[in-house]
């Protein structure tokens, strides 16, 4: 993540699939050396230039230790496990890390749980399943709407939208661009209907233009709060934190407030009866020890086992009392008989209701097929339930169609339609639907399935995933106006990415390019530490989302330009694969533009405004104070221009009066 350069920068792919062919072109965008190896003798090229952009290719077993220290694994940085066997990887990921402790291992793995475990054993690892990355873009696709990501932080949702400004918009000539950022949004790109600025950087637009009728504006906002109990407190605190007694009592009233309105009634007197049996159990037994100390504990938690199961007549059924019994105790012996009674029944219906709702829940057929404007997703693998769950949480009208049946556990909400293609089609009301996902793991029957939708409505949203690229290239001749997805082009930037120790938590397609939500952890060495967020924003292209200080403090969403970056803080950024190469480098663009401040009204402007220049400038409040002292002058710090311009801003709130000129 931009570390000194200490660091050697030679990678190794292991597997040239099309995942890892594609991780080798995304990896030599850095201008790095990649080394692979390849299991098979005669690899199919995909990319068809991509034996030039290997530095060095070995064949044979990635397990093997001797063919890693070949390949050069203890001078490499990372080394990327992208074969399509799981067990390869996670095998040569054990010899990788024996051989070099320090490589950071990036593998292609499904195994959630086992990557969890693998992570805490082997350490600076990441695993990714390269086939349910580019899942939100293929859900989102399908909307043909404003959205364009969409993807949580912090139990908070965050939204990319992009927007078409009508007359009626209530942004419409009443507000400035700079005016849209605010706590919880914050502007991406501007462009006019006539001047369609290049998808290179976030930052090409004018804060000082005025929103007109025809602009497009795209944005990131935070839209809602998601629950998720009990994520209250950050898991990355110690174990003896987690069991705190403070902590275990929040934990347990937030987890009996959530079963309490989610629960059934017969649930909750279920609950309530355990507890008072439980009670009354524990009661029985002390009072019986207690009033005959000759029994051992075990005893006493027989008899008011006895009595709380309704065994009162075994204890007491005779005529005449098998032991002298205090008139209270008795009394509360014969109240345990009643309630233990009472909870069988209890119990008893409590257990007829789910063997009941188990019986109706599996007779329970699936919804009807939507009659309009839904969405049908063909191939309900991994990536297809991935997909519909995304849908679904979008609350978009849905049908699913698969080959073979599913369990009925499988999606149960969603209409299923299952047998050959040409029939099921005709069952999907294809006609009147507004998009189709199409996901299967055969490219040619995608392209297949993708031209009869057409014939059959053509105003139908196409969506088409495909693998290779020369195929990809046909298909989007055949169908112009499909939306065609390389899933592995989606994912080898997620894969080349995390090599370069980056934590990328999600990614989307924005403009029709890659863009990350990526992770820093600010050390000493990073070229991020010590830099205003302005300067990382504009200098290296990058939107910052989230920033904290420490695991301690709370987070901040869209934070402010002002807050400089320190070792420990925690950054959270969206980036193009351009933008991280700039991080990685320490390539930031330099600032060229100057404020010249001509005048201040009063004394307490004169304060004001050094304050604001040494806070939005990044230099000393002594400067500021000085130069602010000496006006008229130009402000002795370079600036990006939208930095420059918000200062600018700020002084003339203060009465200090300001302009903007480019350095010569």
Not at 136 to 160: C, H, K, V
Request: charged share 20%.
């Amino acid at each position: 993540m931009g570390d000194s350069a200490s660091k050697t920068d030679a990678f190794l792919v292991c597997g040239l699939g099309s995942l890892g062919q594609y991780c080798v072109s995304v990896l030599k965008e850095f201008e790095v050396t990649v080394n692979a190896i390849e299991a098979s003798q005669a690899p199919i090229w995909e990319l068809p230039e991509l034996p030039t952009l290997v530095d060095r290719l070995l064949i044979g077993d990635c397990r093997q230790p001797a063919l890693l220290e070949q390949a050069g694994i203890r001078q490499c940085r990372a080394i990327l496990l992208v074969t399509s066997d799981e067990r390869v990887n996670i095998a040569a990921a054990f010899a990788a890390r024996s051989l070099n402790p320090n490589i950071r291992l990036v593998v292609r793995s499904a195994q959630e749980n086992l990557n969890d475990l693998l992570g805490q054993q082997l350490g600076n690892f990441v695993a990714f399943e390269a086939t349910q990355l580019p899942a939100p873009s293929f859900a989102l696709a399908a909307l043909d709407s404003e959205t364009q990501g969409l993807f949580s932080l912090e139990n908070q949702r965050l939204r990319i939208s992009t927007t078409r400004i009508r007359a009626d918009h209530h942004w419409c000539d009443r507000r400035l661009l700079y005016e849209l950022n605010t706590p919880n949004r914050r502007l991406l790109r501007h462009f006019r209907a006539t001047v369609i600025p290049p998808a290179t950087s976030f930052y090409q637009w004018d804060p000082d233009t005025r929103v007109q009728a025809g602009d497009t504006i795209t944005y990131i906002e935070a839209t809602e709060a998601i629950v998720n109990v009990p994520t209250v407190y950050n898991q990355r605190r110690g174990a003896w934190q987690e069991m705190h007694p403070v902590l275990l009592w929040q934990t347990l009233r937030q987890w009996l407030s959530q079963f309490w309105r989610e629960s059934t009634q017969t649930q909750r007197v279920a609950l309530l009866s355990s507890v008072v049996m439980a009670s009354l159990f524990i009661s029985g037994a002390v009072l019986y020890k207690l009033q005959y100390p000759q029994l051992n504990l075990q005893e006493a938690l027989n008899v008011s086992l006895v009595l709380v199961i309704g065994g009162f007549d075994n204890l007491f059924g005779a005529l005449t009392m098998p032991f002298p019994i205090p008139w209270w105790l008795h009394l509360f012996s014969v109240g345990m008989t009643i309630a233990g009674t009472l909870f069988i029944g209890i119990l008893y219906a409590t257990l007829t209701e789910r063997v009941l709702a188990a019986r109706f829940q599996f007779l329970k057929r699936r919804p009807p097929v939507p009659k309009a404007d839904h969405i049908v997703l063909v191939g309900l693998g991994r990536v297809g339930q991935r997909v519909a769950t995304l849908l679904q949480d979008l609350k978009q009208p849905l049908v699913g169609v698969h080959a073979i049946a599913l369990d009925h556990g499988v999606l149960p909400q969603i209409p299923l339609v299952t047998g050959n293609i040409h029939g099921t089609l005709a069952r999907v009301n294809l006609i009147t639907a507004k998009s189709m996902i199409i996901v299967t793991d055969d490219e040619v029957t995608n392209l297949e399935i993708a031209l009869m939708a057409q014939m059959v409505n053509p105003d139908c949203n196409l969506v088409v995933r495909v693998f290779d690229p020369a195929f990809a290239e046909h298909v989007t001749q055949l169908l112009p106006t499909a939306r065609i997805l390389r899933a592995y082009a989606l994912s080898a930037a997620a894969f080349a990415a995390a090599a370069f120790g980056e934590n990328i938590l999600s990614l989307f397609r924005l403009n029709d390019r890659t863009t990350l939500v990526t992770e820093y952890n600010i050390d000493a060495t990073d070229t991020l530490n010590g830099r205003l967020l302005s300067d990382i924003a504009y200098g290296y292209g990058v939107v910052p989302i989230l920033h904290q200080k420490s695991t301690r403090e709370p987070v901040r969403l869209m934070p402010s330009d002002d807050i400089r970056l320190q070792v420990g803080d925690r950054l959270i950024v969206l980036a193009s694969l351009s933008g991280l190469q700039r991080v990685e480098r320490g390539n930031s663009k330099a600032p060229r533009w100057q404020v010249q401040v001509e005048k201040a009204v009063s004394e307490e402007a004169i304060f004001e405004g050094a304050g604001a220049i040494a806070r939005i400038s990044g230099c000393g409040i002594g400067t500021a104070r000085s130069f602010m002292s000496q006006l008229p002058g130009t402000v002795p710090v370079l600036l990006h221009k939208h930095q420059a311009q918000r200062l600018i801003r700020e002084l003339n709130k203060l009465q200090v009066f300001a302009s903007l000129q480019r350095a010569s």
